[in-house]
């Protein structure tokens, strides 16, 4: 379970990316965060890997805290949270087999990390991942060739070797095609319901937070202005996250 507590950013020019924001994430959820460009959405999803160090409060994650955690532990902890990101972040020059066994680092020492030492169960979950996103005749394709959506998979296929129980994704189709990005919010549906992985990702699309989530948070200027099941999502709910004027603009769907 992932707890925020009082949780509060506030950037070095006065600006608030969160404020006190309270909540509970539990296991197995598929949580997208809605909002308007500059509400919160990627503060919020960074602070959950401290990628972004918070202000106040605290963060709590399976009873550990995320916030007081020492570079040790900190180590531990996002060994167990997987990361997915807008623009991929793939070594572009390596293989795909390089770029998805590095989720297994986090498991090994400095050293073997620095040699590249992995073990042969590794390389069989390498294998297993790349099966389940489609891209088991790519294993040894640099990633340099491949498409957007081929790459964004790569990545889903990296946090499955990292064996990681919580996946952030930042944007990860904000730059694929409607139908890759069916494709990549099916695996990630299939990961979170088969795997029983939590899913935390932000959203520009309102369609696909009501498809595929079990829950959708919405944010406004750092506060959580809703939070609740997708079908409780309304069009007078979307109104008070994005302003009155977003279903006018446009013609009643927001997508």
Do not use: W
Not at 93 to 114: A, D, E, F, H, P
Request: aromatic share 6%.
């Amino acid at each position: 379970m992932i707890e925020f507590k009082n949780v509060t950013k506030t950037y070095a020019n006065g600006v608030k990316g969160l404020n006190n924001i309270s909540i509970d994430i539990q296991d197995g959820e598929f949580v997208s965060i809605i909002g308007l460009s500059g509400a919160g959405k990627s503060t919020f999803l960074r602070s959950i890997n401290r990628l972004n160090d918070i202000s106040e409060g605290e963060i709590i994650i399976d009873g550990k805290s995320l916030t007081k955690a020492n570079k040790k532990e900190l180590k531990l902890i996002r060994r167990n949270i997987g990361m997915i990101f807008q623009h991929f972040n793939l070594v572009k020059k390596m293989t795909v087999q390089k770029n998805v066994i590095s989720g297994r680092l986090g498991y090994y020492s400095t050293m073997k990390s620095i040699f590249g030492v992995f073990s042969k169960e590794d390389y069989q979950l390498v294998n297993e991942s790349l099966e389940l996103v489609g891209l088991s005749d790519k294993l040894h394709s640099r990633c340099d060739e491949l498409s957007g959506g081929q790459q964004q998979r790569v990545s889903i296929a990296r946090t499955l070797v990292q064996n990681s129980s919580i996946i952030l994704a930042d944007e990860p189709v904000a730059s694929l095609d409607p139908i890759t990005t069916e494709r990549i919010m099916d695996d990630l549906k299939r990961i979170n319901n088969e795997y029983n992985r939590t899913i935390i990702i932000n959203l520009h699309s309102v369609e696909l937070a009501r498809k595929y989530s079990t829950r959708i948070i919405g944010l406004r200027n750092g506060e959580v202005v809703f939070d609740g099941a997708a079908a409780e999502a309304t069009d007078e709910v979307l109104k008070n996250i994005y302003g009155e004027k977003i279903l006018e603009e446009a013609d009643g769907v927001l997508v």
